[in-house]
């Protein structure tokens, strides 16, 4: 089992920036991707972006592109996620993702606010 722990959430305005950082620990060899959901009260988890961990191929939901980047440093186990313009309805709770599989995710982090105001 991977241990995930996010960071880097907080309050900003609209247009402002912001990176979160997934830091794993644990079984970190064997993974095939990490990613960044995120959700809102009331909604469903929503996917923002991924990384294959090999090769560093990355996918972003349409609502994201553009503006946010995800990346990762393999000696540190860390994924990012650069978020840049950020916008009012980018206001949530963003959740870090671990995949040992291409169809499924396997361990998830406990989340990191982000709420920006307009």
């Known amino acids: 089992q991977v241990q995930l722990v996010e960071s880097g959430g907080g309050l900003v305005q609209a247009g402002d920036s912001l990176r979160l950082a997934c830091a794993a620990s644990g079984r970190t060899f064997g993974t095939y991707r990490m990613g960044w959901f995120r959700r809102t009260p009331g909604q469903e988890r929503e996917f923002v972006a991924a990384?294959?961990?090999?090769?560093?191929?990355?996918s972003y939901a349409d609502s994201v592109k553009g503006r946010f980047t995800i990346s990762r440093d393999n000696a540190k186990n860390t994924v990012y996620l650069q978020m840049n313009n950020l916008k009012p309805e980018d206001t949530a709770v963003y959740y870090c993702?671990?995949?040992?599989?291409?169809?499924?995710?396997?361990?998830w982090g406990q989340g990191t606010q982000v709420t920006v105001s307009s």
């Open positions: 993702a671990e995949s040992r599989f291409p169809s499924t995710w396997q361990d």
């Open positions: 990384i294959i961990w090999s090769g560093g191929r990355t």
